[in-house]
Nanobody, 119 residues
């Protein structure tokens, strides 16, 4: 079965950086897309970034462009989210997810890792 385990969250100050990791296992991820989502307190879940497993093509929402970078290590089966210039509004639980390139539904999710940015 597919498992996604996030790590790397923490408490930081505005302007600091964090790198989140998502350890993926359970299948070959060729033909899949890996994504990062976040959910702030009392807010709905929000898509943040994604990357295709094979080609490494990435996509970001406007609010994180230039600050966040998604990447993957195909050997280690790990997806990363490098977060720079963090802002208080980035505070949220960050989730790793995956879906097939041929299915629009994000079918697998990790447990999440907390990121708190103080001002």
């Amino acid at each position: 079965q597919v498992q996604l385990v996030e790590s790397g969250g923490g408490l930081v100050q505005a302007g600091d950086s964090l790198r989140l990791s998502c350890a993926a296992s359970g299948r070959t991820f060729s033909g899949y897309i890996m994504g990062w989502f976040r959910q702030a307190p009392a807010k709905e879940r929000e898509f943040v970034a994604s990357i295709t497993w094979t080609g490494g093509i990435s996509y970001y929402i406007d609010s994180v462009k230039g600050r966040f970078t998604i990447s993957r290590d195909n050997v280690k089966n790990t997806v990363y989210l490098q977060m720079n210039s963090l802002k208080p509004e980035d505070t949220a639980v960050y989730y790793c997810a995956t879906r097939s390139m041929y299915n629009p539904n994000w079918g697998y999710w990790g447990q999440g890792t907390q990121v708190t940015v103080s001002s």
